[in-house]
Nanobody, 130 residues
Framework: QVQLGESGGGLVQAGGSLRLSCAAS????????MGWFRRAPGKEREGVSC????????YYLDSVKGRFTASRDNAKNTVYLQMDNLSPDDTAIYYC???????????????????????WGQGTQVTVSS
């Protein structure tokens, strides 16, 4: 398994942007399926975006399509989540997660289950003010 650590969260006004980063340890990062998840106060965790390296497939939660972009830099063992036009509804703790195979999309990203993603970061808080 890889070790993951998120960064880039913070407080931003509605309409603003943030870029989250998730740094991973491990030599085989390039083959891992990666996901971004979030948990808002009082709500269940949900899958925001997932992306594979091997088959190039990506998934986005409907509410973030057109505003969020996930990407990865295998040379830096890092995945990113560029978040634009943020709204207060995006306020949550954001987590990255990894699995050492392709993510079965969209199901595994939507289910947001730890059994599908054995490695998780500690999370980073994103707060969007109105």
């Amino acid at each position: 398994q890889v070790q993951l650590g998120e960064s880039g969260g913070g407080l931003v006004q509605a309409g603003g942007s943030l870029r989250l980063s998730c740094a991973a340890s491990g030599r085989t990062f390039s083959s891992y399926g990666m996901g971004w998840f979030r948990r808002a106060p009082g709500k269940e965790r949900e899958g925001v975006s997932c992306l594979n390296a091997n088959d190039g497939r990506t998934y986005y939660l409907d509410s973030v399509k057109g505003r969020f972009t996930a990407s990865r830099d295998n040379a830096k063992n890092t995945v990113y989540l560029q978040m634009d036009n943020l709204s207060p509804d995006d306020t949550a703790i954001y987590y990255c997660a990894a699995v050492d195979r392709v993510v079965r999309m969209p199901t595994e990203c939507q289910r947001s289950r730890e059994r599908d993603f054995p490695s998780w970061g500690q999370g980073t808080q994103v707060t969007v003010s109105s």
